[in-house]
């Protein structure tokens, strides 16, 4: 027979009450019982990243550190505030970290891209005009496989407020481009 342990979890500015089995990780808790599903389940084994969350002691200054959900119980993270990436806009809409990783194309196929924000989050709480090596050391635990890293260290530098965005293309659906393919098709002439 499983155990389990009825626990509580204060998660984005909210507790929650949940009765989990012992061995279950926060990343499990996070996903699967409440469901907050920013937070990917990639490696399962402390690699990717993927489900990086922020964290501090319960009434602590800032946002926290970044940990990695899914080498953490559940029942280990009762004493701290967790943020997942569905907690990091306020009531003003996206946090600069956001907003800064849509503004310079840094999103790709949005597996990676919580976990990267949320670290970035943490760097630039403890420095907030961090060097480029800095940021790379910051981002050293988060995988992407989409990309060489340029656009993701460009949007930390952008929150930052070191740099401004590089020019990014307007994003057009498929349905814009295939109807501008339509309209400059050459035309057929009737016999």
Do not use: W
């Not at 990343?27 to 490696?43: M, N, P, V």
């Not at 840094?106 to 670290?119: D, E, H, N, R, V």
């Not at 656009?151 to 952008?158: L, S």
């Not at 930052?160 to 349905?175: K, Y």
């Amino acid at each position: 027979m499983r155990k389990t342990a009825l626990i509580r979890l204060f998660v984005n500015g909210e507790e929650r009450a949940l009765a989990v089995p012992v061995q279950r990780t926060l990343l499990e808790a996070l996903r699967y019982d409440l469901a907050l599903t920013g937070s990917k389940q990639g490696c399962d084994k402390g690699d990717c990243g993927a489900c990086t969350v922020l964290a501090k002691s319960r009434g602590a200054p800032g946002r926290g550190e970044a940990i990695l959900s899914c080498i953490t119980l559940a029942q280990d993270a009762q004493d701290l505030e967790i943020t997942t990436i569905e907690g990091l806009a306020g009531p003003q809409g996206l946090d600069p970290v956001q907003r800064a990783f849509a503004d310079c194309g840094a999103l790709q196929c949005g597996f990676c891209q919580p976990g990267m924000m949320l670290s970035a989050r943490a760097l630039l709480d403890i420095c907030p005009r961090p060097t480029l090596p800095q940021i790379q050391e910051a981002l050293s635990g988060n995988l992407c496989r989409c990309t060489g890293y340029t656009k993701i260290y460009e949007a930390v530098e952008v929150a930052a407020g070191l740099r401004e965005p590089a020019s990014v293309p307007p994003v057009r659906s498929e349905r814009a481009a295939a109807s501008d393919q339509v309209a400059h098709a050459p035309k057929e002439i009737a016999p």
